[in-house]
């Protein structure tokens, strides 16, 4: 059975970091790449950043390149995303899900976590 479970959220200020966890198991044969979305109220899910498990590649979007860090830890079945230069624009539920490919579109992937809440503000 595949389970996402996403951790590390919270409340911070504009410029500080945070680090969010996904704990993966259970993935079936193919799927090879996690990715990391947020959606904020009233917008559509956004990708973020996906890492391919084996190869360790790994893509961002514009809005999130150079304070976004995406990482694995194989031995663990662990995906991090370490955020940092939070604003209040990142303020989102985080998801990270299982997919095939590394297109950082919702469509492309099967599997998701339940989400974790990211609020920046002072």
């Known amino acids: 059975q595949v389970q996402l479970v996403e951790s590390g959220g919270g409340l911070v200020q504009p410029g500080e970091s945070l680090r969010l966890s996904c704990a993966a198991s259970?993935?079936?044969?193919?799927?090879?790449?996690i990715g990391w979305f947020r959606q904020a109220p009233g917008k559509e899910r956004e990708g973020i950043s996906c890492?391919?498990?084996?190869?360790?590649?790994?893509y961002y979007a514009d809005s999130v390149k150079g304070r976004f860090t995406i990482s694995r830890d194989n031995a663990k079945n662990m995906v991090y995303l370490q955020m940092n230069g939070l604003q209040p624009e990142d303020t989102a539920v985080y998801y990270c899900?299982?997919?095939?490919?590394?297109?950082?579109?919702?469509?492309?992937?099967?599997?998701w976590g339940q989400g974790t809440q990211v609020t920046v503000s002072s």
């Open positions: 899900a299982a997919g095939r490919s590394p297109v950082m579109r919702p469509t492309f992937y099967d599997y």
């Open positions: 259970g993935l079936a044969r193919g799927y090879y790449v």
């Open positions: 890492i391919g498990i084996f190869s360790g590649n790994t």
